[in-house]
């Protein structure tokens, strides 16, 4: 039998994907989510109906994501972009997020403040009304303020 994707998260990564207030059928962005181990494992808690939105600026971080989730992106349950959180819209026909999150992202954690406020306002705009943006630097996560 297969490994479970949670089993094989580093243990920090693992509390993370836990602290999430995840259900089947829900829509999740992840910001920054090379190479794609919490967003497998995200997988598993959402699934079936749910998918999760991985961005991250890096082609290369994309490319492992594409590589290492194949299963779930072949599944319909995961999906990559390559762009950066503060240039990130929604595409056409696209159905907003219930949940955002991100862990060591520079534009959220106030390492690029000025990046944050645009990254803020574009995660804003992509979630549902009441969705809410969780970040590492809690026990282990806390919800970020958007506006």
Known sequence: MEEKVMS???PRLAEIVNALP?????RVLE???????AARAVCE??????????IDRSAKGIGQIERNAAAEISAG??????????EF??????ERFDIAFGVRVGALDGRHPTAGVAARARIHEAL???G??????????RVSPLE
């Open 8 to 10: 094989r998260l580093s």
């Open 22 to 26: 995840l259900k089947p059928g829900m």
């Open 31 to 37: 910001i920054g989510g090379a190479p794609g181990a």
């Open 45 to 54: 808690s959402i699934a079936p109906g749910g998918h999760i939105l991985v």
């Open 77 to 86: 349950l995961l999906s990559a972009r390559c762009i950066a959180v503060e």
């Open 89 to 94: 819209t929604l595409q056409p026909d696209e």
């Open 128 to 130: 549902q009304p009441g």
């Open 132 to 141: 809410r943006l969780y970040i590492d630097g809690g026990t282990p996560l």
